[in-house]
């Protein structure tokens, strides 16, 4: 993590601990521990499993077109994302026949169906993980193949298809290098990744609440320890069993590692969800399935337990719940179904064992270019 985000952090602590009374050092203190023990996992879990070092998941393989130039491409550019200033002004010098729209997600997912069109042969995103899904759907619907652009935060899916620059998708889409993923629903709604209920949903709303002010990165450090101390189990039923859980995951495909710190898949279509549940069973639960997280063996913690399936229903007992999935948090539910859609959708990508053909335009890539800015 950069010095100057630890300032930050640092700096915010004196506000964001503010006691009702006397203690202030105390309470800083407090806060200051409860800030390095809830970061720790996040510090271990990129130190022994750095993004990087899995590269790019399995997935079905299928034909999509090869588009020379982007010609018959379509690509949806979410205008509202910070991290996709510029992206559509880049994609059109490497593909310049491609057709770049804007798109705000306040607008909906309905009005993406509007950029569908009788010469459309593939729709391109460049924006976050939220996005991507937003578009999957439409691309799905319309059995279109799907061109990511890494254009968000953290870029899960593109970074699973093994495209970490615009160039590498670039290349693909003029290469016809593509194949099929499965599509994870909640309620009907497209998600690629990751989907969870509990803990999570609540990290998501403050880690946003924060991240105007102090950014993204900063702002999710703030908010562990918040969403760690505030959090309280919630009672649903699983399937129809009843339980009392922290926090349920479920994944698009098999996740690893186990537990509380999942972040890579190795296969993108293996045709089930993976569900994780930390339960609560009395004190130190949380505790202890995060040092077993963090350990590799959450499995003989006493409060982890898992499956695979191709639907899971849950209701919540007491209340409404949010649900977080790629990124984002839905609105509060009663309840809410999990499952895979019927069909793949196709994908560009970039296999392990081929490489795709030549840089479409010389030049550097999105990284260097961003740091000439």
């Known amino acids: 993590m950069p010095v100057s985000d630890l300032r930050r952090i640092v700096h915010a602590l004196p506000r964001s601990a503010a006691p009702d009374?006397?203690?202030?050092?105390?309470?800083?203190?407090?806060?200051?521990?409860?800030?390095?023990?809830?970061?720790a996992p996040a510090l271990l879990i990129r130190k022994a499993w750095p993004p990087s070092a899995h590269g790019a998941a399995e997935s079905l393989q299928a034909t999509v077109p090869a588009l020379p130039g982007g010609e018959g491409l379509t690509v949806v550019v979410n205008r509202a994302s910070g991290s996709a200033a510029g992206a559509g002004e880049e994609i059109a010098a490497l593909l310049p026949q491609a057709r770049i729209v804007p798109w705000d997600?306040?607008?909906?997912?309905?009005?993406?169906?509007?950029?569908?069109?009788?010469?459309?042969?593939?729709?391109?995103?460049?924006?976050?993980?939220?996005t991507c899904a937003s578009v999957a759907g439409i691309a799905l619907a319309h059995d279109l193949p799907l061109a990511v652009f890494a254009a968000g935060t953290l870029n899960h899916f593109a970074k699973a298809l093994g495209l970490l620059e615009f160039a590498d998708t670039a290349r693909c889409v003029e290469s016809g290098s593509g194949g099929a993923v499965d599509?994870?629903?909640?309620?009907?709604?497209?998600?690629?990744?990751?989907?969870s209920i509990g803990m999570y949903p609540e990290f998501v709303a403050e880690r946003d609440r924060l991240a105007a002010r102090f950014?993204?990165?900063?702002?999710?450090?703030?908010?562990?320890?918040h969403t760690f101390h505030s959090a309280t189990p919630i009672d649903v039923k699983l399937n129809g069993?009843?339980?009392?859980?922290?926090?349920?995951?479920?994944?698009?495909?098999?996740?690893?590692?186990r537990g509380l710190v999942s972040s890579h898949r190795d296969h993108m279509a293996d045709g089930l969800l993976d569900?994780?549940?930390?339960?609560?069973?009395?004190?130190?639960?949380?505790?202890?399935a995060t040092i077993g997280s963090l350990l590799g063996h959450v499995e003989r913690s006493g409060v982890y337990g898992s499956m695979h399936t191709r639907s899971l229903d849950v209701e919540m007992e007491t209340e409404e719940l949010?649900?977080?999935?790629?990124?984002?948090?839905?609105?509060?539910?009663?309840?809410?179904?999990?499952?895979?859609?019927?069909?793949?959708?196709?994908?560009?990508?970039v296999w392990k064992d081929r490489v795709p053909g030549p840089d479409p335009r010389p030049g550097p890539g999105r990284a260097a270019r961003r740091r000439e800015r």
Do not use: C
């Open 241 to 257: 069993t009843p339980a009392s859980v922290w926090t349920v995951f479920i994944g698009n495909g098999h996740y690893t590692p």
């Open 183 to 195: 599509v994870a629903r909640l309620g009907g709604v497209a998600f690629l990744n990751t989907a």
């Open 21 to 39: 009374g006397g203690g202030n050092g105390h309470r800083r203190r407090q806060v200051i521990v409860a800030t390095a023990v809830a970061a």
């Open 215 to 225: 950014g993204k990165a900063v702002a999710a450090i703030l908010a562990l320890p």
């Open 322 to 349: 949010m649900v977080a999935h790629d990124g984002e948090i839905t609105e509060p539910k009663r309840s809410v179904r999990f499952d895979l859609a019927p069909r793949h959708v196709r994908v560009y990508r």
């Open 275 to 288: 569900v994780q549940i930390i339960y609560d069973r009395g004190r130190l639960s949380r505790t202890r």
């Open 105 to 130: 997600p306040g607008d909906g997912p309905e009005a993406l169906e509007t950029v569908v069109s009788d010469d459309v042969q593939a729709l391109g995103v460049a924006g976050g993980d939220g």
